[in-house]
């Protein structure tokens, strides 16, 4: 059974932490320092130096980005606002190739992020559909179309790939052919992405009719179901001590049993969760409306650790690599934050250029070192694939 999961032992701090990345072999870049890449609303790409936050390069789209990027042999992939992929050179930020999906809302395809795996990229689009890129030549291998927008990111597993849309449906499609395994109803619209538990064999998906669930991967059995307060957009995330968390636009983030759904704890902020969590060290960093960033304690979410205060909202879902806690906020700064204790290690603020003076990064960055991904990261980016 081929699997797209992979793990990694990383450093934070002192503490040892495992986690799952993508493990492509590659070139190094011939630095001796990680490399961080994120979009912004401004339409440009950056590369940042993770240690100091100084740009290495950027690259105009011309459109807004809201999605997470994902590097694999060298090349880093973007989707921005108007659905078009951009596949750039890592090191230069030399462009390859683009391939334009299609749009049809005002809003574009700005959140679905795309994976690769296979020699192929996935990504949905608000034109309804679900597209496989060679990401050798950027042309088309198939599209699947469903009956909506699809702004939840795509995850992969088992020769699968798992996506949900507008059409308050969840799919498994193969990975290879982009024929339809299975499609599950739910009773509202898809914007969380997946999260899969390969030991249990489960995927887990919010939805805006206020609950999460849980598939049997295989079959598209339904598992469980959790009722929340309101619309569930923030996606889950597995942890390794039998718990899944997610958040809700009810303003709060709960503790679930993985197997039965059943709840071991939740936590209360000011406003709604559009962030998605991220679990390392014993702790659960996630962003709030509330203009917050939270580290909680993972083992029922009664004890915070710690808050930090940005400018404005934190949509933005946390990643953490390379001793550090990065995340973008509303406010027009990227963070790199102490894990620890929340203490700023470096803000990188030009993301408020271009004559936009409302930027913000709402995707979730990723960490390259000697041209592997490093790090832990939330259910919306392809890194977890």
């Given at each position: 059974m081929q699997k797209y999961l992979y793990s990694v032992v990383v450093f934070l701090g002192l503490a040892l932490l495992t986690t799952?990345?993508?493990?492509?072999?590659?070139?190094?870049?011939?630095?001796?320092y990680p490399l961080i890449f994120i979009g912004s609303s401004n339409g440009n790409v950056y590369a940042l130096n993770a240690n100091t936050g100084e740009e290495e390069w950027s690259f105009p789209t011309g459109q807004p980005m809201n999605s997470s990027p994902f590097f694999a042999d060298g090349v880093l992939y973007i989707v921005n606002?108007?659905?078009?992929?951009?596949?750039?050179?890592?090191?230069?930020?030399?462009?390859?190739?683009?391939?334009?999906?299609?749009t049809v809302d005002t809003y574009g395809n700005r959140y679905s992020s795309p994976v690769v795996a296979g020699g192929l990229l996935y990504v949905g689009s608000t034109d309804t559909k679900l597209y496989a890129i060679n990401v050798t030549t950027g042309k088309k291998k198939w599209e699947f179309p469903t009956g909506g927008e699809i702004k939840s990111s795509p995850a992969l597993y088992d020769g699968k790939v798992y996506v949900g849309s507008y059409d308050q449906t969840f799919y498994a499609i193969n990975a290879k052919?982009?024929?339809?395994?299975?499609?599950?109803?739910?009773?509202?619209?898809?914007?969380?992405?997946?999260?899969?538990?390969?030991?249990?064999?489960?995927?887990?998906?919010?939805?805006?009719?206020?609950?999460?669930?849980?598939?049997?991967?295989?079959?598209?059995?339904?598992?469980?179901?959790?009722?929340?307060?309101?619309?569930?957009?923030?996606?889950?995330?597995?942890?390794?001590?039998?718990?899944?968390?997610?958040?809700?636009?009810?303003?709060?983030?709960?503790?679930?049993?993985?197997?039965?759904?059943?709840?071991?704890?939740?936590?209360?902020?000011?406003?709604?969760?559009?962030?998605?969590?991220?679990?390392?060290?014993?702790l659960l960093y996630i962003g709030n409306d509330d203009e917050r960033v939270y580290a909680l304690n993972a083992a029922?979410?009664?004890?915070?650790?710690?808050?930090?205060?940005?400018?404005?909202?934190?949509?933005?879902?946390?990643?953490i690599?390379?001793?550090?806690?990065?995340?973008?906020?509303?406010d027009k700064n990227f963070y790199a934050l102490d894990p620890v204790t929340s203490k700023v290690k470096w803000k990188f603020s030009n993301v408020q250029l271009n004559g936009?003076?409302?930027?913000?990064?709402?995707g979730a960055p990723i960490v390259v070192l000697d041209g592997k991904v490093i790090g832990i990261y939330p259910s919306i980016s392809g890194a977890v694939n």
């Open positions: 799952r990345c993508s493990d492509w072999t590659v070139s190094p870049f011939g630095i001796a606002q108007v659905g078009t992929i951009y596949a750039l050179d890592a090191s230069t930020g030399t462009q390859k190739w683009a391939f334009a999906t299609g052919t982009g024929d339809e395994v299975w499609r599950k109803k739910t009773g509202g619209t898809i914007w969380s992405s997946p999260a899969v538990n390969s030991e249990l064999g489960i995927i887990y998906v919010g939805s805006a009719d206020k609950k999460v669930y849980a598939f049997d991967t295989g079959t598209g059995q339904e598992r469980w179901t959790f009722p929340t307060g309101q619309a569930v957009d923030s996606s889950p995330v597995v942890a390794s001590n039998g718990l899944v968390y997610v958040a809700s636009r009810d303003r709060k983030v709960y503790a679930l049993s993985a197997i039965g759904g059943q709840k071991r704890g939740e936590y209360s902020a000011n406003n709604a969760f559009f962030s998605s969590p991220t679990v390392a060290n014993g029922n979410l009664a004890e915070k650790k710690w808050e930090f205060t940005v400018g404005w909202f934190v949509s933005s879902s946390p990643v690599a390379n001793g550090f806690l990065y995340i973008g906020s509303w936009n003076p409302n930027a913000q990064v709402d």
